[in-house]
């Protein structure tokens, strides 16, 4: 079964755009990946699947329930962590999270008190008293604590300290052996490529490509790093050229026969080449 599955989803703001025409299917079970900087439609597309807001057109289903009209079924099986939490003011950490369990009908304190413990959470504080990354601990708790099939997590490690950030993909990385499905929105490539099976990477609102994140970091671009002098003017295939105290470095896809050529009319003293990492595909996206 299909954890989510969108066609054509489409959010307006009035006359501003949101997201168009989102097709999309994450299965059951999946890590995966949702890529795009801020303002490009992460934020938007969890919210219309999760039925915060209704969509404009098209249509979703969450865990082979409706997005419009089953929704509290959605709710009830999905741990959501928004981007930025807000609680209501004058409770304590250990309130929230008891609210939390109550809400969904279930008993959660075992679960909540490991969870406490690995995020090094103090529950006796009261949340207008915590700092931003702590008030994140408490949202995670709320979004793990009753053992959700779905987890989907907008941007989840900002505020977290690198320690806790380790913690909490072990967290995560626990629970997907499980078999629960983590739909994971970030702007942070390396936190997609070194967790997720499978990503999207979304522009303008719209689906660029979706893929095997094997498959998305591959390309037939390499990164070239050149220590000397060399004339690169007129050679095709070079790109994003960075040059800082003899050192020149560029992404190349193009007739490498050309390239040695040029390297060896320079004056070269050492050479590497690398296959570039996720975030240069990404970007090589973006300028596209």
């Known amino acids: 079964m299909e954890a989510i599955k969108t066609e054509n989803l489409t959010k307006h703001y009035g006359k501003a755009r949101g997201i168009e025409q989102i097709s999309l299917t994450v299965e059951e079970g999946e890590f995966f990946g949702f890529i795009g900087p801020n ?18 057109g098209g249509q979703a289903a969450v865990l082979g329930f409706d997005i419009v009209k089953e929704k509290e079924k959605i709710l009830a099986e999905t741990g959501y962590l928004p981007s930025e939490a807000m609680f209501h003011p004058g409770m304590r950490v250990r309130e929230v999270l008891k609210l939390s369990a109550d809400l969904r009908k279930k008993d959660c304190r075992k679960a ?28 995670i708790v709320c979004a793990l604590q009753h053992d959700p099939k779905l987890l989907v997590l ?73 220590h000397g002098s060399v004339e690169l003017e007129g050679l095709p295939g070079v790109r994003d050229r960075k040059e800082s105290e003899g050192v020149i470095s560029f992404l190349y896809s193009g007739d490498m026969k050309a390239l040695l050529r040029m390297l060896a009319a320079g004056d070269v003293s050492d050479l ?11 970007m090589h996206y973006y300028e596209k």
């Open 39 to 56: 303002g490009a439609g992460k934020s938007t597309t969890i919210r219309t699947l999760l039925g915060l807001i209704s969509p404009t």
């Open 112 to 139: 909540a008190v490991s969870l406490c413990e690995r995020l090094q959470l103090d529950t006796s504080r009261k949340v207008d008293e915590l700092s931003f990354g702590n008030r994140k601990k408490v949202a």
């Open 154 to 226: 907008d941007e989840p490690t900002s505020g977290l300290d690198p320690l806790m950030q380790k913690a909490f993909f072990e967290i995560l990385r626990e629970r997907h052996e499980k078999g629960t499905t983590v739909f994971l929105s970030s702007h942070i490539l390396s936190e997609i490529q070194h967790n997720c099976s499978r990503a999207a990477i979304i522009r303008e609102g719209r689906i660029l490509v979706c893929d095997s994140v094997e498959a998305l970091s591959q390309s037939n671009a390499r990164r070239v790093t050149v």
């Open 272 to 282: 590497s080449v690398s296959e570039p990492d996720l975030e240069e595909i990404f």
